[in-house]
């Protein structure tokens, strides 16, 4: 994968009117899956409740399209009072901070359905790349600053390197996925945004790990 030079004028790949479309099939979407799923969230919901005592929804800062702070919405899949000491910790698959309805909740991403609800206010879209902590934004900054180019687009519930590059618990592999979501950003299309949706979905369903 080649690397992008910061001083390398980088263009969205989708203009104004397909970047209309998209908001247009992102509320569309979000709201036929909050009704849809409606049996899943009470599911879920009653699930964390026996588990144990803490928040049923877990809300964090993330910085957003342009550069804006929102707060990302995830059924809570930690223990309460996981960050104590008030650093920042990666998430890793393997995670001893995960409960165990967490864990099942995190490996087949059910703890991200209610990010519907954040496509649905705008703060993100069905595609885009994921939102993050400003702590570890500024870390990326430092080796790549092309990481501004990210805030031109919504933050997405799956992207290309949500898919492929998994989780990003190292350095190595947060500028791995700024390198492919900059790539993304380029080439980006409706039809492109479509086959991202469907092999989520297809991995999901075939219980491919991501």
């Not at 964090?60 to 009072?81: A, C, D, N, S, W």
Request: proline share 5%; charged share 25%; with cysteine.
């Amino acid at each position: 994968m080649n690397q992008v030079s910061v001083d390398m004028e980088i263009c969205d790949g989708m203009n104004a009117e397909a970047r209309a479309v998209k908001r247009v099939c992102d509320v569309a979407g979000a709201l036929l899956g909050l009704v849809v799923l409606s049996p899943v969230y009470l599911i879920v919901y009653v699930l964390l409740k026996l588990e144990g005592a803490g928040p049923v929804i877990f809300r964090q800062e993330r910085i957003g399209y342009k550069g804006k702070p929102f707060h990302i919405l995830k059924f809570r899949t930690m223990k309460v009072g996981s960050e104590k000491d008030g650093m920042p910790r990666l998430a890793e698959k393997k995670d001893d901070r995960l409960t165990p309805v967490g864990k099942f909740l995190r490996e087949h991403h059910l703890d991200e359905l209610p990010q519907l609800w954040n496509v649905l206010c705008g703060d993100m879209s069905f595609v885009g790349p994921r939102p993050e902590r400003k702590y570890f934004i500024d870390m990326i900054r430092k080796e790549n600053p092309d990481y501004d180019y990210i805030f031109l687009m919504r933050p997405g519930l799956t992207s290309k390197a949500t898919l492929y590059n998994g989780y990003t618990d190292t350095m190595q592999k947060m500028l791995i996925r700024l390198q492919m979501d900059l790539e993304y950003l380029q080439q980006r299309s409706l039809w492109m945004d479509v086959k991202i949706i469907f092999t989520t979905v297809s991995f999901i369903l075939k219980g491919k790990k991501f």
